[in-house]
């Protein structure tokens, strides 16, 4: 298990982003019944509940019955630098209720078709719309918008994945989005959005039901 100290020692910038230096597989549960023919790679999220980063600084998950993001795009970049990046955008931008990802399920982001090549990074967009990020209280059913950082809507960047994708073979990122570790209090009611993500990568199984996904990197943004 990684320690937030362990992150801080590596990474000073707003937005951090790390490599695992052990990688530990998992097998995931996916539908493929939603991609293409020629699609070779499809983006998940899930929400693993047994990761801890943030030394107390989180709110109890338990505080809210809901933990809704919006995602509006996902990136994937060949090159270790600021260009190059192919992306991935839903018809419409998917909304997912974290808490109803936990104990390894799994939801569909977007599929596409991309270029055989090894993949250095991958980036999360998120909604910078009011209220497209929020979440709902446990104890009373209220709604409360999630302030969203800047680095967010612009995207999480995920480094050093060095992850080879291939024209003939189906590849999935899971993209684990820890409710548990992102949802920090302002102080004044409210609740801001730092997401904690881990980026876990494999191929997808002949049957197209499975993932033996492989943790590459993880990001968050320092609170």
């Known amino acids: 298990m990684m320690h937030k100290s362990y992150l801080v020692a590596l990474f000073a910038a707003l ?21 293409e023919p020629n699609h070779n790679v499809g983006f998940y999220m899930t929400d693993q509940v047994d990761v801890s980063l943030s030394a107390g600084v989180a709110v109890n998950v338990d505080t809210f019955s809901h933990v809704y993001v919006t995602v509006t795009e996902v990136h994937l970049n060949a090159t270790e630098g600021d260009s190059g990046w192919t992306s991935f955008k839903p018809v419409n931008p998917v909304r997912l209720d974290l808490l109803a990802l936990q104990n390894d399920k799994t939801a569909l982001l977007i599929s596409g078709n991309i270029a055989a090549a090894t993949y250095h990074q991958v ?20 709604r409360h918008n999630l302030a969203t950082p800047s680095a967010s809507q612009s995207g999480l960047k995920i480094k050093n994945l060095n992850v080879t994708i291939d024209a003939e073979t189906k590849a999935a990122f899971i993209l684990d989005f820890i ?11 409210g609740y801001s959005l730092k997401p904690v993500i881990m980026a876990h990568f494999g191929k997808v199984s002949s049957e197209g039901t499975s993932v033996d996904a492989t943790l590459k990197g993880s990001a968050y943004i320092n609170r």
């Open 15 to 35: 937005l951090v982003a790390c490599s695992s230096s052990e990688p530990t597989g998992k097998t995931y549960s996916v539908d493929t019944s939603q991609w």
């Open 123 to 142: 980036r999360l967009v998120l909604s910078s719309t009011e209220g497209d990020n929020y979440v709902v209280l446990a104890k009373d059913g209220s």
């Open 179 to 189: 409710a548990s570790e992102s949802i920090v209090s302002q102080g004044n009611g």
